[in-house]
């Protein structure tokens, strides 16, 4: 069979057409090995594995530990990193410097380490963390690469079996990405744009994306543009670049009015990257445009900020997109990667992908056109009163699936165990505007006399990076998210921004870490995507303890809260794996995937940091995840039978 990582991008789908589907390939999810962070290039994490099993999965044991505690510094950071798994070797990120590992997959032993020192390059990155893990090219004859975007935004080619950089890659295997980067005048690169996700690889093209600081405060309307290149994978000669925010004349520039579109940054592709090689498409979560909470100097609809893009992936040229939000103001990015699948709907074979989103939504498109396989109705929302703000009248809404998280804020969504805590609910409330969802961000000091708006789900969501896991032999889609409130006041930008107004913040709890939303606060929920309907939800993990300790109440008159955190997932054949997530406990939940039932409940070293892959090595089927022990250091764990 035609290994199609080793095809030129000028034969690819004349290949592709020779060979098994590449699409099919994606959609069948990962087998024995994990290539990709997602499992496969649709990013379901989702394995035909089956030898772990409901019959035996309580049985699981820790196999080894690998930590990161000689990993330079801040060695207790939380690590993301999603292992590959490949001929036999783990790789693995590990460190703020993101260093690169080779891990035998049997005994935890380091086989290899790479980093580079970035020196200055580093300290202002924007997202100084160990990443969420590497990439991996073939040429099918021997030339194997494990591929890392660094935290000072270089993008390295190692040599799979030995860690050393390849000559014939950029400069020694290096190929600095501010290289070629479009730049704002008196915005420098460096400190302004790095990655966090790996890069995607479709044939012989290494797509890159970026991601910036965190924009509720920027010091300035103007930044880095978020384009998306493509880079010759033997080579790293850049082969496209796609903006994003579109140069006068391109596509899209006209929804950027007054001259907007020549000075605003971000609409970056922070997530990671899907690809169907068939197609030869990728597939790309563009992320909001500066600032997350006003948008006053950017009118218009702002596209491709908050919009589902597919692009030739051997010219970077438009196929089609799809903006979830138009002028988006409440920092609703498309958090993960579109997932890509082949279901059956309404009897007639479908080729998709689903976007989960922050607000709660999983747009449903066909990956081939873009156009939506249930209607979506553009409604009228609320529109702003903040001075020299712009609101497109109307929003995009998916009639299926029904929204995965709440929406809006109303009383009914407030904490009611007893009339005492939802009078002390509703006063917290009452300082701020509530309303449907996207009503707009408001003045910290309102002339109703308000201090800003209460939005649910948050500005980081609903659903956020971790994204969700879709078992591709029944089409049901898992989405791990959190009910949790975002208070979006706005505060004049005075000496710390050339923007008229930043986020100022607000606050208010029942009790420290006790929210004034009823329950449950992380959750679950089960799409058949056969037909858009709901299947079930559960709670993410137990109640906490303290919650009733802490409103002084008795235990029962509390429903299942579940943890406020998001699951991280993987489904296999015969199971869906759920790790309570960055904010949960040390546990990993096994679950059946049908009905949402426990199997049974591991514990681990740590809480669940990064998301769960699975592979077979010599007969035995492991499950691996990234954890954070309670005031030790980031480390891999791997599960597998007696």
Known sequence: MVRLSSVRPASLLLLAALAMPAHAAAQRGAGNEWRVYGGDPGHTHFSTLDQINASNAGTLEVAWRWSAQNFGPNPRTQSQTTPLYIDGILYATAGIRRSVVAIDPSNGETLWMWRLDEGDRIEDAPRLNPGRGTAYWSDGRGDDRILVITPGYNLAALDAQTGVPVPGFGNNGILDLNENHRTRPGISLVGTIGASSPPAVI????VVGSAHHVGMRPPSMANTPGDVRGFDARTGRLLWTFHTIPEPGEFGSDTWLEDSNSFTGNAAVWAQISWDAELGYVYLPAEAATGDYYGGHRPGNNLFSTTILALNARTGERVWHFQTIHHDIWDWDNPTAPILA??????????????????????VLDRVTGQPVW??????????????????PTQPFPTKPAPFERQGFSEADLANYTPEIFERAKTIASAYRWGP??????????????????????STGGANWEGGALDAETGMLFVPSVTALSYLALVEGGEQSDMRYIAGGGRGQLAPGVSIVRPPWGRITAIDLKTGEHAWMVPNGDTPSYVAERLQIDPSLIPPTGVQSRASLMVTRTLLFAGEGMAGGPNLWILDKATGARVARLDLPGTTVGKPMTFMH??????????????????????TLP
Do not use: C, H, M, N
């Open 203 to 206: 044939g012989d093209v290494i």
């Open 342 to 363: 082949d279901v059956t709907i309404d009897g007639r074979p479908r080729q998709i992908v689903a976007q989960i989103t922050k607000q709660g939504f999983v747009f």
């Open 375 to 392: 209607p979506v109705e553009e409604r009228p929302v609320p529109q702003s009163d903040v001075p020299g703000e712009w609101t497109s």
């Open 437 to 458: 969802i996207y009503t707009p961000p408001s003045l910290a000091a309102s002339p109703d006399s308000t201090r800003g708006t209460i939005t649910l789900p948050a």
């Open 618 to 639: 010599d007969g035995k089927q492991y499950v691996v995840v990234s954890v954070s022990p309670e005031g030790g250091s980031a480390e891999l764990v791997a599960l």
